[in-house]
């Protein structure tokens, strides 16, 4: 076999597993588990992940292309690259999502003014 | 109807509330709001005898979180002025007609009561370092008795206000970065009767604090504009 090139048992492993998360991810948005903002992240994931499984050639050339002397660890930057930018922004999501529930917290203790109290004042 | 509310953050204080709560009583005759921030013992059910408006939130809010839940109520229901003091009775009533004494003059928006003697060594070096980041010129930047006037409510009750922790140095910058007028009146306070301070307790919990509080004064160093004075 020529180095470089991958073998069918390679190319169908990739092949499966991009195939497998676009499934997945489509099964959880139909069932109500993935909010459509964040399922549109993950159907784009979805994507370049079974396209980088069927034809993994393109990552090698887009790697040479760029200079990189081993093109697999391209695919790992970015994969590293783009995890971070989530988790990054999820956190910032956490903060609104904080921030809400504390207010609504707020909100109904001011609501449910003990029921004795009313009486003063 | 009174224009101004007395706001008391408590947590597990049923020693000392009926105490606080009557030197309040004795001080002034203003409206008196408790927020109970999850307490496990009567604090609530004492202070509502007592005749204290009670607000207990569903979710643990912190210190801060108890107060601004106070400061909210206080603006839902037009009031002017709000004086916060702690309920573990380390704050004497007797000084809150010189706090508000200062923002009906005028002369403040924030006034905070100061009794820097309070402090340990240790919390006199945190507030020389914090004084030192931010450029804020306050000899007691962690006291929890304090009085806002309209205009420092609406800021602080706002959602910018809702992410702080602790009664200090945050609000403090944030209150800075708003041009509200802060100033300091000194008053005399008791050391702390029962128990230790929330925030001095451990090493893990007070290196946290630092670490965060240092970042925090560090975040804001643009908006608190500390090169422009």
């Given amino acids: 076999m020529i180095p470089g090139t991958p073998n069918t048992v390679a190319l169908g492993i990739g092949a499966a597993l991009g195939l497998t998360l676009a499934v997945a991810i489509l099964v959880l948005i139909r069932r109500d588990h993935l909010y459509i903002r964040q399922a549109l992240w993950w159907v784009a994931v979805a994507a370049v992940a079974l396209a980088v499984g069927v034809f993994p050639a393109g990552m090698d050339y887009v790697g040479r292309a760029l200079g990189i002397l081993y093109p697999p660890m391209l695919a790992a930057v970015i994969a590293i690259v783009a995890m971070l930018i989530k988790i990054l922004l999820q956190d910032v999501a956490i903060t609104r999502q904080e921030r809400q529930i504390r207010r609504l917290a707020q909100e109904l203790a001011m609501r449910a003014e003990s029921p004795s109290s009313k009486d003063i004042s | ?129 914090f004084r030192r980041i931010t450029g804020l010129g306050f000899e007691d930047l962690t006291s929890g008795f304090r009085a806002y006037n309209a205009k420092a409510i609406a800021l602080l009750a706002g959602e910018e206000a809702t992410l702080l922790d602790y009664q200090d140095v945050g609000v403090l910058l944030l209150a800075r970065s708003a041009k509200l007028r802060i100033v300091e009146v000194p008053v005399k306070m008791r050391l702390r009767t029962t128990g230790p301070s929330r925030i001095f307790s451990s090493w893990w919990v007070v290196t946290k604090y630092m670490l965060e509080t240092v970042l925090l004064c560090f975040a804001h160093w643009n908006r608190t504009g500390r090169q422009r004075t």
């Avoid at chain 2, 009174?2 to 947590?11: G, N, R, S």
């Avoid at chain 2, 004494?101 to 006199?124: K, N, T, Y």
């Fill in chain 2, 1 to 129: 109807m009174q224009d101004t509310l007395i706001v008391i953050p408590a947590k597990n204080e049923a020693a000392t509330i009926s105490g606080v709560i009557a030197e309040v009583r004795a001080a002034t005759s203003l409206p008196l709001l408790l927020v109970d921030d999850g307490s496990a013992d009567d604090t609530a059910k004492i202070a509502r005898a007592a005749g204290a408006i009670v607000l207990t939130p569903p979710l643990h809010l912190g210190a801060w979180g108890a107060i601004q839940t106070g400061l909210r109520y206080a603006l839902e229901r037009d009031y002017r002025r709000v004086v916060t003091l702690d309920a573990d009775g380390q704050h004497e009533a007797r000084w809150i007609p010189d706090l508000l004494a200062v923002l009906d003059g005028d002369a403040a928006d924030l006034a905070i009561g100061a009794f820097p003697e309070r402090g340990s060594a240790a919390r006199q070096v945190a507030w020389a370092l």
